[in-house]
């Protein structure tokens, strides 16, 4: 709708300068009384609708239909009304007169009016409609949920995700994300506002890290089904798009600048934590906004009840008594700083930066003796076009992002019980960089009535293309011992990789009843480089020590895979649905390059495998999704979603023992003994892993609860070629100790694997609580209760977690809006101070005892 700086002025006036999304719905309005259409218009775009009064007497709407922005609809539903409209918020419109507006005049209308959207975030979690009503695996966090209780690592934020766990302790602020039982190296997708972080070290435990601040986040969306569209390009298990603040996030509706501050301290070393973010609209043309954020936590105490942690893989028990109570400590600086150019109606401009800077100390052994000393850096740039003419065909969005995460680690040296120096110090420098680019489109076509319904068809299609590079460098101490600069250098390898792939998915669907899905993605990788394999026996004259053989590795492969999926509606509330997926992994840098041998003087060396395999994996599931309102009382909401799921993977990836070439005679004629190496290798047969999952909810108001249920099992059976190398082997090469004679293989069996980390055979958390006083006091408990599954790889060397204990930890929280710009929160994580370890990445450390924070946050 057309109109006069006046109009605009005004409209300004009484709404600030904020703009509605550029979100196309498909609208199927018909001509109607104003008042109906409206709500049918909130009901489509989630906006809600604010009326100063009744509508004019008879106002009457044209008819709205077909694929486009909420404004563009809105223009067109007021256009014969005389009205006009404007943006209080990015959810939330006001109908106002224009000539009473411009004027002056004083309005002939009685009190306000507010037409609600339908769709709503209810909960203990604010979890939004749009989960319950996405025919596939999703699932939100939202801000509200993590501003909750402070946390104090990242990894906090998803404990009440169902299918999704951590693999990293409370000492390390890096993440690792397991999606439905998968993670690493790429399986899981987890991103930067779009931007990927493929960042692997070799460690114990887990190996691939993603560095975040909880406190710049928006929201944290969980992707399990739908891989067939950008960011699904060599992942396999989901994507993870973390989203930081913006200015919406920031502002509140119909400010032109402010911003928001939480100052946090608590007990158990919990001893700062504290952030400021503020945004500035400009103009309507521009808007900006920046946030900062600062933690300082300690060398926490662990729990004092139920002190059993866990039994290694060569089955000795350890517990809070016989692990070192000292778990060191965090100190964190994160930032970011965002541009959004509105350049015209049709087109926007996003520019990012997010970044933060983590000093922190953690052990890296089972005993918790030894520490390592890191300084992390990350850098995340992002610059995303939007291209929306209001043509059904045409919503085009690309983006271009460069990300870099860099770790300083300095390893001290390590001595005997005498005082000597067993192995030299190492300072060793990790970086990884990953520039990306992706575009893709969406088109709709409509079609004309089928019945008493509308139909349609839409075409989602795009492209996109990452390349990592990592870099690796170690100096020595010089304090002497054992230790080489190639060990550090091997074991998380440089190198270079490029993966990129294309997609098309058709969508048709019927008056919102049902719908049809059917997509192709193709995928292709390519990696080379230049490696080497040695041995530790003396008499094979290839030693590690000399250089070893050259290796050159030339890894590329292609895949095409389908998707289809398909819903049903048959009663309104209740959606039925099923998805079929392929996805083919492809190995990263870590996993293709490997070589040299084990920190210290160990005589493990790492053989890079030349005919390294991708993973393809295929997983099916079906669910039901429940949204239903005014169910117990007016007002109230129940949502739910339930999903079964099965996963095959061929060629699964992991690090395995496998046998040096050469042999060694201990004891001339007597004693043959065949030396370990280890390598990464594709399992020869499939493994599964299946499960259930479930989050529902319940919101009155004035009390809410709700919960999630994770039930996961793997089978794998862990067989595997040891001969990952085109050499000669010993005749000997595959066999254990055996005098006068040769024993059974020891080697291609699943007591051979260094671990693969399992997650919880059952998950259960729950989430309940009231909101007294007007809703301004809140107060509430969760519980989380967790029984494991073995982690698989047990083999005498090893020292992973093998078996984590049962736990259970109660968490309290609390706010209180002391006034619009003010609030109160207070929370008690882990109440009954229990003793445990999150056992999916092989965690060596206890997690944090009984901490109670408190926090101040404000508006201004």
């Not at 918020?89 to 109908?95: C, D, F, N, Q, S």
């Not at 790429?186 to 960042?199: E, S, T």
């Not at 590329?556 to 049903?568: D, N, Q, R």
Request: net charge negative; with cysteine; proline share 4%.
């Amino acid at each position: 709708m057309s109109q006069s700086v006046d109009t605009v002025e005004a409209a300004q006036a009484a709404a600030g300068s904020a703009v509605l999304p550029n979100t196309v719905y498909r609208f199927d309005i018909d001509a109607q009384p104003l008042a109906t259409a409206l709500v049918a218009f909130s009901r489509i775009s989630g906006i809600d609708v604010v009326l100063d009064g009744r509508l004019p007497e008879g106002a009457q709407s044209i008819a709205v239909q077909g694929q486009q922005t909420a404004s563009d609809a809105l223009d067109r539903l007021l256009s014969q009304s005389g009205l006009d409209w404007a943006a209080m918020g990015p959810t939330t419109i006001r109908v106002i007169d224009p000539v009473s507006s411009v004027t002056g005049d004083a309005p002939t209308l009685t009190a306000p009016v507010r037409v609600t959207a339908t769709t709503r975030a209810l909960g203990p979690n604010g979890t939004p409609d749009g989960v319950f009503e996405t025919p596939g695996s999703v699932a939100v966090i939202t801000r509200e949920s993590m501003r909750k209780s402070p946390v104090r690592e990242a990894r906090e934020i998803f404990n009440n995700v169902a299918g999704v766990d951590i693999s990293n302790d409370a000492r390390d602020p890096g993440l690792t994300v397991n999606v439905r039982g998968q993670q690493e190296m790429g399986r899981v997708n987890v991103n930067i506002d779009g931007a990927r972080q493929n960042y692997n070290q070799l460690t114990h435990g887990t190996t691939s890290r993603v560095y975040i601040d909880p406190a710049l986040l928006a929201e944290v969306e969980i992707e399990k089904s739908n891989l067939t569209q950008n960011g699904g390009a060599g992942a396999s298990a989901g994507i993870v798009t973390m989203r930081t603040l913006n200015t919406q996030d920031i502002l509140d509706d119909g400010e032109d600048w402010g911003g928001k501050v939480n100052i946090s301290h608590g007990t158990n070393s919990y001893d700062f934590g504290g952030d400021v973010s503020a945004g500035y609209r400009v103009s309507p043309k521009l808007d900006v906004a920046a946030a900062i954020s600062r933690k300082v936590v300690g060398n926490y105490r662990a729990g004092a009840h139920n002190p059993g942690l866990f039994t290694s893989g060569i089955g000795k028990f350890y517990s809070t008594e016989n692990s070192r109570p000292k778990y060191t400590f965090l100190r964190q600086t994160s930032g970011l700083l965002k541009a959004n150019v509105y350049l015209n109606d049709d087109q926007e401009l996003n520019l990012g930066y997010v970044g933060s800077m983590s000093d922190y100390a953690k052990t890296n052994d089972v005993n918790n003796i030894y520490t390592d000393f890191n300084e992390t850096e990350t850098h995340t740039l992002t610059a995303k076009h939007n291209w929306n003419p209001g043509s059904d065909l045409i919503n085009l969005n690309s983006s271009l992002y460069w990300t870099r995460t860099e770790n300083h680690q300095f390893r001290p040296a390590r001595f005997s019980a005498s005082g000597a120096v067993t192995t030299d110090s190492f300072d060793n420098h990790y970086t990884l960089d990953t520039t990306g680019a992706d575009i893709s489109n969406r088109s709709d076509i409509a079609f004309d009535k089928i019945g008493d319904g509308l139909s349609s068809i839409s075409f989602d299609y795009g492209s996109e293309l990452f390349h990592d590079r990592a870099k690796t460098t170690a100096d020595m101490g010089g304090q002497g011992g054992y230790g080489a600069s190639y060990q550090v250098e091997g074991s998380t390898p440089s190198g270079e990789r490029d993966v990129y792939g294309g997609y098309v998915n058709a969508t048709y669907g019927w008056n919102d009843m049902f719908s049809l899905t059917g997509g192709l993605r193709y995928d292709r990788y390519d990696l080379n480089g230049d490696a080497f394999w040695c041995e530790t026996v003396a008499a094979s004259g290839n030693l590690c020590s000399d250089g070893g053989t050259p290796l050159d590795i030339d890894l590329s492969e292609s895949k095409v895979s389908p998707s289809f999926g398909a819903s049903i509606s048959p009663i309104e509330g209740v959606q039925f649905f099923a998805n079929y997926r392929e996805n083919m992994r492809a190995p990263t840098i870590q996993e293709a390059m490997l070589s040299g041998d084990h920190i210290g003087n160990v005589g493990i060396p790492f053989y890079s495998n030349a005919n390294l395999k991708a993973e393809e994996s295929e997983t099916k599931e079906i669910g039901v999704n429940f949204k239903f309102d005014n169910v117990l009382q007016k007002g109230d909401g129940f949502r739910a979603k339930v999903a079964y799921f099965r996963s095959k993977i061929e060629n699964y990836t992991t690090i395995a023992y496998v046998p040096q070439p050469t042999t060694e005679v201990a004891i001339p004629r007597l004693l043959i003994e065949s030396k370990m190496a280890a390598a990464m290798v594709n399992l020869t047969d499939p493994v599964y892993v299946n499960g259930t999952e479930m989050e529902l909810s319940y919101d009155a108001g004035e009390y809410y609860l709700g919960g999630t249920l994770t039930l996961s099992d793997m089978d794998l059976q862990g067989d595997y070629n040891p001969f990952v190398l085109d050499a000669d082997y010993d005749q000997y090469a595959n066999t254990g100790l055996s005098p006068l004679g040769v024993g059974d293989p020891i080697y291609g069996g699943s007591n051979q694997l260094y671990g693969i980390y399992a997650t919880p055979k059952r998950k259960y958390t729950l989430d309940g609580g009231v909101r007294l006083f007007d809703q301004d006091l809140v107060a509430g408990m969760r519980a989380t209760f967790v029984y494991p599954q073995d982690n698989f790889g047990s083999s005498s060397s090893s020292s992973i977690v093998g078996q984590y204990f049962k736990y259970r930890i109660f968490d309290f929280y609390s706010s209180y809006e002391i006034n619009e710009n003010v609030t109160v929160r207070f929370a008690v994580n882990n109440m009954f101070d229990e003793g445990y370890v999150q056992g999916t990445g092989g965690t060596y450390a206890p997690s944090p005892g009984r901490t109670a924070v408190i926090t101040l946050s404000g508006n201004f």
